[in-house]
């Protein structure tokens, strides 16, 4: 993790959010409480001293509060994305001229298709899900992209799970915290690991926020394991995301 963050981005759901893609079985979203929980991820957020900037829900994208996936910001630059799904392709419209005032902006071109949350920042190091969403051919893209800022970058095949960060997220420094299912991969095996209980993986969707972990509501263990590393943790409710294949870090783009 590098530096703090001073800004994020979210989008509000809208009326339309159980019309996104999901593979979850968990049932539709309850409308009142999928906002009531972005609320409370906003004031969380807030509460860290980012300034929040707020985006009104997309009519015709129900799956655009997941606004991460439009694009991969570092410090230099803005990548805006190509999303995976055909459906998710116009999100990026209304994400590129707020990043615009922050970010060079660079684009990535079909054939290369890349969701942010195949996208993890580790220090000056990028990790790549290559995953029903993010191609070889973006993921080549956007990893010249970085190597022109200087960073480096590496590819991990994400066989289980949406996205890369579905299942590894890093935790502060160069930590992550992983499903069992990637803990051994050798694309990753260089870092220092902490793995979630089989029963827990969804709370492997964590995010790192400056110095603070945002921690999905309802997974104990995890909570337990990170707390016992000195880790500073806030839990969040996000049932009614989940139902939709997302979490907390897809609600964000931090910057
Ligand atoms: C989708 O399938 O694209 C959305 N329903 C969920 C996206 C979640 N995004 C993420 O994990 N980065």
Redesign the pocket.
Known sequence: MSGRFTHAIVRKPGANCAR???TAELGEPDLDLILEQHRAYTTALSALGLQVIVLEAEPDYP?AY?C??AAVVTPDVAVITNPG?AS?RGEVETIEPVLAEYRPTVCIRSPGTV???DVLMVGQHFLIGISDRTNRAGADQLGQILESYGYTWTTVLVGEG??L??SINCIGHSTLLVTNEFAERGEIRMFDRVVVDDDESYAANTLWVNDCLLTPRGFPKTRRQLEDRGLAVVELDVSEMRK????L??LSLRF
């Open positions: 996104g893609l999901t799956d997941f991460e996936d799904a998710r969701d942010g949350g949406l996205h960060k579905s939709m294949d997302g979490g870090t897809c």
